[in-house]
């Protein structure tokens, strides 16, 4: 069933969609500043794919569980990375705004 949705939606437009998807989400988190936030994902979208990894200067993994609490799905890698992956197929650009949000207020 579920290639049965990748083939209607095309993976042309799914691949244009993460693009800008990851973008706009980078541009919000980013938007916070480097004295805060260090992404470490190549910024070149065809080095990346559809992730980010972040680090929160000054925070732990207390933050990621602070960010799964309110609903945020991601993944922690250690020492002190929160990967997110706006997904294109499942993912809005309010969904980016929404965990912009939450992290602005979490840290």
């Given at each position: 069933?579920?290639?049965?949705?990748?083939?209607?939606?095309?993976?042309?437009?799914?691949?244009?969609?993460?693009?800008?998807?990851?973008?706009?989400?980078?541009?919000?988190?980013?938007?916070?500043?480097?004295?805060?936030?260090?992404?470490?994902?190549?910024?070149?979208?065809?080095?990346?794919?559809?992730?980010?990894?972040?680090?929160?200067?000054?925070?732990?993994?207390?933050?990621?569980?602070?960010?799964?609490?309110?609903?945020?799905?991601?993944?922690?890698?250690?020492?002190?990375?929160?990967?997110?992956?706006?997904?294109?197929?499942?993912?809005?650009?309010?969904?980016?705004?929404?965990?912009y949000s939450l992290?602005?207020?979490?840290?």
């Amino acid at each position: 069933a579920s290639l049965k949705m990748f083939e209607e939606v095309g993976m042309e437009r799914l691949r244009k969609k993460a693009i800008a998807l990851t973008g706009y989400t980078e541009y919000l988190v980013q938007s916070l500043g480097k004295d805060v936030i260090n992404i470490i994902t190549p910024s070149d979208p065809e080095r990346r794919g559809s992730q980010l990894s972040i680090q929160v200067k000054s925070a732990d993994k207390a933050l990621f569980d602070i960010l799964t609490e309110k609903g945020v799905i991601a993944d922690w890698r250690e020492p002190d990375v929160i990967r997110i992956s706006p997904v294109p197929m499942y993912n809005s650009y309010e969904d980016a705004w929404k965990f912009y949000s939450l992290l602005k207020e979490s840290i």
